[in-house]
């Protein structure tokens, strides 16, 4: 090999600088332990196990999420969240936004396999809830909801969320949040039971067919601004005209209307007949 040859021919001329064959093999040796040693700082340094051995390993919130995650949910997530096959995906990197939307309106934990989970009145108090998204996060990196969803609806911009809703959502949950069918037995619900963070959760989520809406398609105030539009127009929505019909928007309207004049018309008829 051409190596051994020229380390050969050195070990024959020996350069000035050169120790020969034992301090060669010295120097190479403490080139190896700086090298080691340079690894090692820089490993120390940067990577998280080793700042992670120091602090404790999950903050208190996430520590009593996995204690809770291991009750209700490892069965079909499996251990540290990895997922079990056939029975439910892994949750890392899904982010707390994800668990806020599942375990909030109560789809988690899931009752029965089915094409989309129910709502269905939620098992675990609001801090239980936050406490288990405080693990899932802790698993990985991915969307959750800040802290300051509440404030920020409070000073939002009602018409500029009607505007953002008409655009980006009625498509899939009607005008008037009543929610509507989508294709193979799925369905876009109601928005009237949600409350602010459960919305946010939803968008930054995006559950199911619903597309996600990340900060840069929609900056968090008009996240805030679409939540103050449903919570105080739709949700709030009285029905002026008596039924809702289930706020699915024109087509039944339009049924309602046509039924109601058949009968009215039918009648009228039957009322002529009988008088000439
Ligand atoms: C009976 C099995 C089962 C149990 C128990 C269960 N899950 Fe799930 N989970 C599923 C399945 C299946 C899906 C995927 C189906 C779907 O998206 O509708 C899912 C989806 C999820 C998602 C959405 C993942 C994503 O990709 O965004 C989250 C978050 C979640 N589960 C959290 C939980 C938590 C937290 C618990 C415990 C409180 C729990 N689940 C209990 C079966 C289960
Ligand atoms: C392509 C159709 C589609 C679009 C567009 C869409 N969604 Fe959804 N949305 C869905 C589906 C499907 C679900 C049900 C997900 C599930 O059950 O896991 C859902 C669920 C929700 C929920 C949860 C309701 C509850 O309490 O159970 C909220 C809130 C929501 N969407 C808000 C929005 C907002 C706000 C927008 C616009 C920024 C939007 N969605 C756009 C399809 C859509």
Redesign the pocket.
């Known amino acids: 090999m051409e190596t051994s040859a020229r380390s050969g021919s050195r070990r024959t001329w020996s350069r000035p600088w050169s120790g020969g064959p034992v301090r060669r093999r010295f120097s190479a040796g403490v080139r190896l332990v700086v090298a080691l040693l340079l690894a090692g700082g820089v490993h120390a340094l940067f990577a998280p196990s080793a700042r992670a051995q120091e602090e404790p390993r999950l903050s208190a919130a996430a520590a009593e999420g996995e204690a ?2 291991e009750v ?2 490892i ?3 499996g251990r540290s969240a990895g997922g079990v096959e056939g ?3 892994s ?1 890392i990197n ?1 982010g707390g936004a ?2 806020e ?3 909030g309106t109560g ?4 009752a029965r ?1 089915e094409a ?2 129910q709502r269905k009145p939620p ?2 108090s609001d801090e239980e809830v936050r406490q ?1 998204a405080a693990y ?1 996060d802790s698993l990985g990196v991915g969307p959750v909801v800040p802290d300051d969803v509440g404030a920020r609806v409070e000073h939002a911009d009602l018409a500029r969320g009607g505007e953002l809703f008409r655009v980006n959502c009625s498509q899939c949950h009607a005008f008037g949040g009543g929610g509507g069918a989508l294709s193979s037995g799925k369905y876009a619900p109601s928005l009237y039971p949600a409350s602010d963070r459960i919305i946010y959760a939803a968008m930054l ?1 995006g ?2 067919n619903m597309p996600v809406f990340g900060d840069n398609t929609l900056t968090p105030q008009e996240k805030a601004n679409i939540i103050a539009y449903i919570q105080r127009v739709i949700q709030s929505d009285t029905d002026p005209g008596g039924f809702s019909l289930g706020r699915y928007g024109p087509s039944t309207e339009g049924l309602a209307v046509f039924l109601v004049g058949i009968v009215a018309l039918v009648f009228a008829s039957l009322w002529i007949a009988g008088k000439s």
């Not at 789809?107 to 899931?110: A, F, I, T, V």
Request: glycine share 6%; hydrophobic share 40%.
């Open positions: 809770l995650f209700g949910c069965t079909c997530h029975r439910g995906p949750l899904v994800s668990v939307f599942q375990v789809r988690m934990p899931l396999q989309q989970a098992q675990y288990l899932i989520s559950p199911q």
